[in-house]
């Protein structure tokens, strides 16, 4: 296999162009920042949606489907969350030729649809805990510079989970349940992340507090990836809604919010990627197998009977598997699959018809192996579970070693500049939070979710065990 160099340092354009060499989505459409989803490229699409409804379903949310549009008045009502939407709104202004009376949003996120619904459905503590998701697309007026699947103005796989509980603790433990279904996530899709609570200055807008998935790109950049809001009681507040209490009295909900995007795909496309181009997991590749015939004259019949044969096997044992039958050189073959991240290949010539076997190929690491007709379905299987766990352990191994540790703001500043995610002692304040982003030129992600270490804030000195993330950010 090619050494990871282009991967790593011409992120961008290897991610641009294997994204039209993959065939996943097309950037052409004449609106800047909105693309075409291509049939390749939404097949991996429906497969990365299909496990994460499996994850929220069996934990008990309901999907739902609620209006694209919002009207202006019930946007506005929560002025802290419409600060930090406002500048980013789509609106529309016009039915027809005829001026609205009330201005209509596209949603940049539904916080400000859905709960005016909340307040007609939740009357008493019987209808609490309420769990409800939908997966949209949400519209944002990005003004930097887009990026398929990275920035975009037309977040085309938005899921945004959104719940409501009669006690706080009972939003806490729901926080708690999310970080444990995006764990569950992204472990199966093989990308690896931190978890961090976000500073206040960088908190959703509306938020008791934010936490977030972050994981690296190839060349050194974190990309959010998934985020979780306690909204305490700020939304059911202002948008009344109550539930009534065992002992008649009434209170207002407690509520938490969470979100994934098409991020995530661009997430498991580069981190399993390649100078070649993507390798997919076998858990979302919406080919598993290819097959490809090695023709040869005089023997052509008796080898694509052979493939045709290995083929239905390989559909019978329940994988995705596809017979490359067309008329190309096999070399062309080779690369076109190994480009779209087959994460396996099966050739079959005359040699290995006369000898009963075929030859498999990994896209990970480019091995061979031959495997006997009579056992292939069964080493395909243990082959796909191997490939899933390689691709796992390299991009853990990857993402750890860049991971680093800095004991003042010029170290971080140092280890910054070559790329990764640098960790730090930092008290919590906002002062030195911003001293750290401006002596480093990073972003300071937040205080690590689950680490502790008793160290000096690297900006005033003062004892800390708060542990805190430092990057470059998408």
């Given amino acids: 296999m090619a050494e990871r160099r282009v991967w790593e340092e011409r992120f961008s354009e290897w991610f641009a162009e294997m994204l039209e060499r993959a065939e996943i989505v097309d950037p052409r459409y004449p609106v800047k920042g909105l693309y075409v989803w291509l049939p390749y490229g939404f097949r991996i699409r ?171 790109a190839p060349d050194g950049r974190t990309l959010q990836i998934g985020t979780i809001h306690n909204l305490g009681q700020n939304f059911s507040r202002v948008y009344d809604v109550k539930y009534e209490k065992v002992d008649g009295s009434h209170e207002h909900v407690y509520q938490t919010c969470y979100g994934i995007s098409e991020r995530v795909i661009a997430a498991v496309l580069m981190v399993h990627g390649d100078d070649v181009g993507f390798c997919l997991p076998p858990i979302i590749a919406p080919i598993q197998v290819v097959v490809v015939p090695v023709l040869f004259k005089g023997e052509s019949e008796s080898v694509d009977r052979a493939a045709r044969e290995i083929f239905e096997t390989l559909r019978s044992a329940g994988l995705r598997v596809h017979l490359d039958d067309r008329d190309l050189r096999p070399g062309n073959k080779y690369y076109y699959w190994e480009r779209r991240g087959v994460p396996l290949r099966v050739e079959v010539g005359p040699s290995e018809v006369r000898e009963g076997r075929v030859t498999l190929v990994r896209r990970d690491t480019g091995e061979k192996r031959s495997a006997s007709l009579g056992e292939l379905a069964p080493e395909v299987g243990r082959l796909l579970d191997e490939i899933s766990e390689n691709l796992r352990r390299r991009a853990a191994d990857l993402f750890r070693s860049r991971v680093r540790d800095a004991g003042g703001i010029r170290e971080a500043a140092e280890l910054l500049a070559g790329g990764g995610i640098v960790r730090i002692s930092w008290c919590g304040s906002e002062g030195c939070g911003t001293a750290v982003e401006e002596g480093t030129g990073g972003r300071l992600l937040g205080e690590a979710l689950e680490e502790r270490k008793r160290g000096a804030c690297v900006n005033c000195g003062a004892e800390t065990e708060k542990v805190a993330y430092l990057a470059k950010t998408y």
């Fill in 46 to 216: 429906s497969r990365v949606i299909s496990i994460l409804r499996s994850l929220l379903d069996e934990s008990g949310h309901s999907e739902m489907l609620f209006p694209l549009l919002i009207p202006e008045d019930l946007f506005r009502k929560e002025a802290e969350h419409i600060r930090g939407f406002e500048g980013q709104v789509y609106w529309v202004t016009h039915g027809g030729r005829e001026p609205l009376d009330v201005k209509l949003a596209l949603r940049p996120t539904s916080e400000t649809a859905i709960y005016p619904m909340f307040a007609l459905w939740i009357k008493s503590h019987a209808d609490l805990p309420l769990k409800v998701y939908q997966i949209v697309s949400v519209f944002r007026y990005e003004t930097k510079m887009t990026k398929p699947l990275i920035r975009v103005r037309e977040v085309t796989t938005f899921k945004e989970a959104h719940t409501a509980h009669a006690t706080e603790e009972d939003a806490e433990r729901q926080v708690r349940e999310a970080v444990g279904i995006y764990r569950r996530f992204f472990d199966l899709l093989g990308i690896p992340y931190i978890i961090s609570k976000r500073p206040r200055w960088d908190m959703f807008a509306g938020a008791v507090y934010s936490i977030a998935f972050d994981t690296l």
